[in-house]
Structure formats: C-alpha cells, structure tokens
C-alpha cells in the first residue's frame, strides 16, 4: 500500500509542476571572464564608447527560458582626470539583457546608472550577493534581481540603494537609501519606494528580502 501512495504522490507533483517553468533558474551559468560575447559591442551596452574610459564586464549570466537562451552583462565604466588640482571621478554601472536566437542578439533592457564627477568619495557598485535568478510565478520567463548602490559624498550619509527585478521586458524596482549606522543604536536611511506595478505579490516579497538582506552595504 505505501508504494502504491508513493507512485500516486510522485505523479501528481510531475503533473502540478510544468517542468520548463521550475528549470529556468536551474538553466542559469555566471561567466566571469570579462569578455563581451561576439554579438554584443561596448557601445550596445555601455551607450556609448568613451576612449578615456575604462569599461569592465564583471559578469554574464546566460540562462534559457520560453523566448530562447538570455543573457546578462554586468559592466561599469569609469573615468577620472584632474581639475583644480583635484582628482574627480565618474563611475556608471551597466546591464544589459538580451535574447539569443541563432546568434542573434536582440536587446531586451539596458540599465545605466551614473555617478556624475566627484571630487570626494565615489561609490558605484552591485552588490554581489543580491544577483539572483528566479521563476516564482512559475511562467515561461525568468526574473533577474539585482541590487546596486551609488554616492558622491564626503561626509557619512546613506547611499542610494536599488534593487531592480527584470523579467522580459518589465522593470520593477526598490528605490530608496542604504541605512548608514551612527553607533550607538542610531541607524539613517533605509527607506524605499516600491514600483512593481501589476507584479504578482512574490515577486516584491522577494525584492524586499533582497533589499533588507542588503540595505547595510558598505560604502
Ligand atoms: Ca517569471
């Protein structure tokens, strides 16, 4: 009897679960190599290409769902130079998602987020650990998360911390302030706006634990 409920058990789940929907963030792989596909200039993602600039891939994550293979490039571009004998530099941060069908690439979404010339501390960067790929309202396309925090600031202030979510073509986001801690129990910052629009309710309920799993970040 027990091996009878075991095999009714094992169909139900093969049937209540479409197996393509569950395999997408299983589909996903992260190169680190630093180089841009064949298909894909600085110029697609970047928008424009700034010969005095350093532009840097920091990762693609390639991952397949219903359109076909997908990929994203984390890239930053940065820049300094000297004026009145101070140093200022720029740093912007990029991604840009394409779909792949025989190798052609079709560009999806690009996010530029730019920290204009500092002449104090810069900080522009993706927070690594929030990078995730997800499917959980279990359609044919894959949710790519990813938080990033940006200042120009010489003294001690919150940054400002997003933490996008990307699906096809849709953008929602989490913008606010990273929380700055003043000791002494005192914390500022922290705060955010949620813009997920028609988003099923697990898809910002993720975004907020990616959000307060990170909202500390260092500078
Ligand atoms: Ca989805």
Not at 22 to 28: E, G, R, S
Not at 141 to 157: I, N, P, Q
């Amino acid at each position: 009897m027990k091996r009878v409920i075991s095999s009714l058990t094992l169909a139900t789940f093969l049937v209540a679960s479409p197996a393509f929907a569950d395999d997408i963030p299983a589909t996903l792989s992260v190169d680190t190599s630093g180089v841009l596909p064949a298909g894909v200039t600085v110029k697609d993602v970047a928008g424009k290409e700034d010969p005095k600039a350093t532009f840097k891939v920091e990762r693609i994550l390639s991952w397949n769902e219903g359109n076909g293979a997908n990929i994203a490039i984390f890239a930053t571009t940065e820049k300094s130079g000297q004026k009145d004998g101070d140093t200022w530099t720029s740093k912007a941060l990029h991604v840009a998602t394409y779909n792949v069908v025989g190798g052609k690439y079709t560009k999806l979404q690009t996010i530029i987020e730019a920290v204009q010339p500092c002449n104090v501390d810069l900080t522009a960067k993706f927070l690594e650990t929030s990078i995730g790929l997800t499917n959980l309202d279990g359609d044919d396309k894959g949710e790519l998360t990813f938080g990033y925090v940006t200042r120009c600031a010489g003294d001690m202030s919150p940054m400002s911390m997003k933490v996008l979510m990307l699906e096809g073509k849709d953008k929602h986001a989490l913008r606010g302030q990273s929380v700055l801690d003043l000791g002494d129990g005192m914390v500022e910052g922290g705060d955010y706006k949620v813009d997920f629009k028609k988003a099923p309710k697990e898809l910002v309920e993720y975004a907020k634990r990616v959000w307060e799993s990170h909202k500390k970040a260092s500078f």
